[in-house]
């Protein structure tokens, strides 16, 4: 039996339609205390996600949250811990991870196609809804930082952040936000969001020893390319006394391959994979966990932009 729960049923009824037998209701109680009821997906403001998703794993249901997890990381980890302690699936829907596009980029960085990543620049900026409750910061680098949690090498991860920020329309909150992340293999990472630029970018750039990938999502005749272009520099022991004191800088110019992708649908393979970690137990690549350590970077982020851009250290989601 399937169920839509709304504090604001107009809404929900205005979803729905005049021709389906889901049920809409108001009342979150009623539907959690039936056993027939299984999961739980959650697409509530941030800053509700703890209360109903913890209702929701005490009532025994797997759960499915909204990114971000939560709207803290205090928060994150209740939700986690509660999830664990009673072995019920909780995950997060980081959309981005489940497209085509994303699955080649970190079958690229994980298979060593790109050699050592290098750099790591993605840039988000639309003219956004200025949000009541987040920055834009909260609102939309946790989509970058998913990616980026996913795609790197396991081991791989962000070691230290700093943000910067503006509201130049005295919205209350930032409007616009670059994140600088430093991994630890001493390669950086550069997000930049904004709500308030007239055209839309999404365009992220893998920066690596042997090739470089650019990833432009709204290009869909060829949102990825990986070119063989780039900058080579010699080992100086391969190099005489006379040669070591020229440029040791060469300049690489290769082909350019734009991968084939298939045609998915992201939210359909996001809850193909909630279904398969429900039945199977197995953890999925966006989990409670990796929603965490995503809620980690955003709050040493926080810290950073109220810090004039001071360096966070970053554990990697535990604390
Ligand atoms: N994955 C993505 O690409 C993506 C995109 C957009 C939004 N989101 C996330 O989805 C979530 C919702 O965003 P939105 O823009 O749809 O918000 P919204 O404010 O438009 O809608 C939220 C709905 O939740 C209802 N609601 C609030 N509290 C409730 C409660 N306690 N019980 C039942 N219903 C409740 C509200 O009545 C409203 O209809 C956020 O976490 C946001 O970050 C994710």
Redesign the pocket.
Known sequence: MWSL????LA??KKVIGSYSTVEVT?D?ATVLADDRVQAVA?????G??L??AMAALRAGKHVL????LAASYSDGASLVEEAERRGLTLMC????CYTPAVTRIREAVRSGELGEVHYLDSVRINLG?V?RD?DVL??LA??DLSILDFVLPEGVRAVEVSAHGADPIGAGRACVAYLTLRLSTGAIAHIHVNWLSPIKLRTTIIGGSKRTLVWDDLNPSQRLAIFDRGVDVAAPDELGADERRNMLVSYRSGDMVAPALPEREA?GQMAAQFATSIRTGEASPTDGRSGLRVLEILEAASRSLANAGAAVALTGGEK
């Open positions: 729960c709304d504090l604001d809404r929900a108001a979150l959650i697409a509530t403001p941030a509700t996600h209360d109903v949250v909204e990114k971000p829907d980081h959309t981005y809804l949000q987040i909260w609102d946790p989509h939210l």
